[in-house]
C-alpha cells in the first residue's frame, strides 16, 4: 500500500531560502521590532523576484 505524503517541497524550501538572501542583501531584514519593517521584510522575502529585479518595498510601508 502506498502512502501519499503532502510535506514541503524541495522548490518551496529553495524559494524561501533565495528569498530570505535577496532580502538580506536589499537591506529588508533589519530592525525586526517595528512593525511595518516585520511586515516589509516578509513581503520581500515572498516578492523576492520583484525585489531582484528593482521594485523599492521601503516607500510601501513607511
Known amino acids: 500500500m502506498r502512502r501519499r505524503g503532502r510535506g514541503v517541497s524541495v522548490v518551496g524550501v529553495l524559494y524561501v ?9 536589499r537591506g529588508y531584514l533589519v530592525e525586526w521590532n517595528i512593525l511595518g519593517n516585520l511586515i516589509e521584510g516578509l513581503l520581500a522575502i515572498i516578492l523576492w523576484p520583484l525585489v ?7 516607500p510601501l510601508i513607511a
Open 17 to 25: 531560502v533565495v528569498g530570505i538572501i535577496v532580502a538580506a542583501v
Open 52 to 58: 531582484l529585479f528593482g521594485l523599492d518595498l521601503h
